[in-house]
C-alpha cells in the first residue's frame, strides 16, 4: 500500500511554529496550488485548493528559518487524518499532509541567487550519502542527484 502526497504550490501566510515542553518543534504550513482549464465558453478558469501541512522536528525549524508567505515550494509526505473532541464535546475532523521533504523552488534569476542549502532534507540525508557514481546538477532551483552510470540494462 502507498500514502503518498507531493504538492508544489506557493505559502499562503508565514509557518505557524509550536514548541513543545519536550523540545518538540512543530510548523504548520498553508499551502496554495492552483489548476488552470478552460471551461465550455473557452475562458480560462483557476480553482485554487488549500493543503494544511505540517513538518516536525529538524523540518520544522528550518521551515521556521527558511520559509516565509509567498514561498514557493515542493512537498512530499503522506496524508494523515485526525480527530479532537472541542470543550462543548464535539468530534472534529482534519486531514493534513505529514511533510517529510519540503524543498524551496525558485524560477529564474532567483534560482541563481539561491544556494542549494534551501533543499531540505539535503538530498545526501535521505538517500544515505552520495554515491561516488552520482554527480549532483541544479535545475530550477532544485539540487538533484545525476545517474553517470553507462551500465544501463537497457
Known amino acids: 500500500m502507498i500514502n503518498k502526497v507531493i504538492l508544489i504550490g506557493n505559502l499562503g501566510s508565514e509557518p505557524e511554529i ?31 485548493e ?20 509567498g514561498t514557493r515550494v515542493y512537498i512530499e509526505g503522506k496524508l494523515t487524518n485526525r480527530s479532537w473532541q472541542t470543550e462543548s464535546g464535539e468530534t472534529r475532523y482534519i486531514t493534513e499532509v505529514r511533510a517529510n521533504v519540503i524543498r ?33 546538477a541544479t535545475q530550477g532551483g532544485v539540487k538533484q542527484i545525476v545517474q553517470e552510470d553507462d551500465d544501463l540494462p537497457f
Not at 488549500?50 to 508567505?69: F, G
Not at 529564474?108 to 554527480?135: A, I, L, Q
Open 50 to 69: 488549500w493543503h494544511r501541512v505540517v513538518a516536525w522536528r529538524e523540518l520544522a525549524k528550518r521551515a521556521e528559518r527558511q520559509l516565509q508567505k
Open 18 to 48: 509550536r514548541n513543545y515542553e519536550n523540545e518538540t518543534t512543530v510548523a504548520t504550513l498553508k499551502v496554495a496550488t492552483n489548476e488552470n482549464y478552460k471551461d465550455k465558453s473557452g475562458e480560462w478558469q483557476q480553482i485554487t
Open 104 to 136: 524551496v523552488l525558485a524560477k529564474g534569476k532567483e534560482s541563481e541567487n539561491r544556494s542549494t542549502g534551501n533543499n531540505y532534507p539535503p538530498m545526501e540525508d535521505k538517500y544515505g550519502g552520495v554515491n561516488t557514481n552520482n554527480t549532483t
